[in-house]
């Protein structure tokens, strides 16, 4: 049975930091590439970051260039997302997802989980 299970979301002020983790389970997980997206309330979901399988190479959207850093423990099975600088607009849930391609089909979808940026 294929799992993702994020962690580590909650509640943030302007400024601060948090780690999210995804732990995979139920499939060759060095054998993806791992993205994460967000949906943030009444907006489409949309793509924030993606790492190969091998965790050689990744891609931002431009709005978390420089702020969010992808990385990924194959050991481990699991994805992080550490997200710096945090913003309001940043306010999503966040998605963990495991493709074969690199804007390709997503295979496996974790079930979320609640970013908020609020002062």
């Known amino acids: 049975q294929v799992q993702l299970v994020e962690s580590g979301g909650g509640l943030v002020q302007p400024g601060g930091s948090l780690r999210l983790s995804c732990v995979a389970s139920?499939?060759?997980?060095?054998?993806?590439?791992m993205k994460w997206y967000r949906q943030a309330p009444g907006k489409e979901r949309e793509l924030v970051a993606i790492?190969?399988?091998?965790?050689?190479?990744?891609t931002y959207a431009d709005s978390m260039k420089g702020r969010f850093t992808i990385s990924r423990d194959n050991a481990k099975n699991t994805v992080y997302l550490q997200m710096n600088s945090l913003k309001p607009e940043d306010t999503a849930v966040y998605y963990c997802?495991?493709?074969?391609?690199?804007?390709?089909?997503?295979?496996?979808w974790g079930q979320g989980t609640q970013v908020t940026v609020s002062s």
């Open positions: 997802a495991a493709a074969r391609a690199w804007f390709g089909h997503v295979a496996y």
């Open positions: 790492i190969s399988a091998i965790g050689g190479s990744t």
């Open positions: 139920g499939f060759t997980f060095s054998g993806y590439l």
